[in-house]
C-alpha cells in the first residue's frame, strides 16, 4: 500500500504530503545527477534545449545558465502538474524573459516541432514511463539530425529501488532502454561510468541520426 504510494509519486509527484516529500527529496539527492547531464551535453551559448522530466527544475536552471546567446532557448516537459507548477515557481524570471518554456506534457506528445532540438537531457525519468519507444521516438522526432541526448542515473540505486517494488516492471533496466534508442534512429549509444564530488554515477549517451529515416535522401 505504502510502497504503491510512493511509486505513485516517484513516477508523477501530485501536491500531497507524499509528493512534497518526493520533491524534497529530489531536490536534496539529484542535484550531481542533474548538473551533470547539462555538462555532459556539451550546451552551447545559442543551442535549443530540452529536458524530460524535469521535476523540482534543478536540471533548468543549470542549462539556463549556459545558454547566454540571443538564440540559446530551453524547453522543460513534465506530466506532474505539482512538478510543472514548482519547477515554473524556480525558473519564473527566465519564463519571462522566455529563455525557457515549461511544458505540463508527457513526453510521448510533446508540443515541440520536428527537428528543432540540439541536446535533450533527462535524469530518473525513463523508467516511470508507460512505453519505451513511444518515448524515444517522440525524443528522436523532436532532435535535430546529429543531436545529442544525455540520460544520467545511479544503476546500483535505481536497481535497489526497483527491488523494493517502488519502480514499476523492468524498463528501468540500461539495456532496455538503450534497445529503445536503437529501435528509434538513435545511434552511438552507449553508457559510461562517471564520477563527481565522491559520487559515482552512470550517463547514457545516444545521437540521434536521421539519415535512415523517411524522408531523407539516404533512406532505403
Ligand atoms: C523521479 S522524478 C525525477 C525528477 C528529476 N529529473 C530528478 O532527477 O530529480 C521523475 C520525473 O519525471 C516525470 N515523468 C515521468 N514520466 C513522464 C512522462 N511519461 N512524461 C513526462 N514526464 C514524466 C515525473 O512527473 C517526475 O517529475
Redesign the pocket.
Known amino acids: 500500500m505504502l510502497a504503491n504510494k510512493i511509486r505513485q509519486q516517484?513516477?508523477?509527484?501530485t501536491q500531497s504530503l507524499v509528493g512534497w516529500l518526493v520533491k524534497k527529496f529530489?531536490t536534496r539527492n539529484?542535484r550531481v545527477?542533474?548538473e551533470n547531464a547539462v555538462r555532459l551535453c556539451g550546451i552551447q551559448p545559442d543551442d535549443t534545449v530540452l529536458e524530460?522530466?524535469?521535476?523540482?527544475g534543478?536540471?533548468l536552471e543549470a542549462a539556463a545558465s549556459i545558454l547566454s546567446g540571443p538564440r540559446g532557448k530551453l524547453f522543460g516537459?513534465?506530466?506532474?502538474e505539482f512538478?510543472y507548477k514548482v519547477a515554473s515557481e524556480r525558473v519564473k524570471g527566465l519564463i519571462t524573459s522566455g529563455k525557457v518554456t515549461l511544458h505540463h506534457s508527457?513526453?510521448?506528445a510533446m508540443p515541440l516541432p520536428d527537428s528543432s532540438v540540439d541536446k535533450v537531457f533527462?535524469?530518473?525519468?525513463y523508467y516511470?514511463?508507460p512505453d519505451l519507444t513511444a518515448?524515444t521516438a517522440e525524443i528522436h522526432r523532436v532532435m535535430k539530425p546529429g543531436g545529442l541526448m544525455v540520460v544520467t542515473l545511479k544503476v546500483h540505486t535505481v536497481a535497489y529501488v526497483a527491488s523494493k517494488k517502488l519502480i514499476p516492471g523492468e524498463h528501468w533496466r540500461p539495456e532496455a532502454y538503450m534497445d529503445a534508442l536503437r529501435a528509434t534512429g538513435f545511434t552511438d549509444i552507449r553508457m559510461e561510468d562517471k564520477n563527481d564530488k565522491d559520487i559515482t554515477f552512470q550517463a547514457i549517451f545516444a545521437t540521434a541520426s536521421k539519415s535512415r529515416m523517411p524522408g531523407f535522401p539516404e533512406y532505403k
Open positions: 516517484l513516477g508523477r509527484p529530489l539529484n545527477l542533474e524530460v522530466g524535469f521535476g523540482p534543478l536540471g516537459v513534465d506530466y506532474s512538478m508527457s513526453v510521448e533527462h535524469c530518473n525519468c516511470f514511463w518515448g
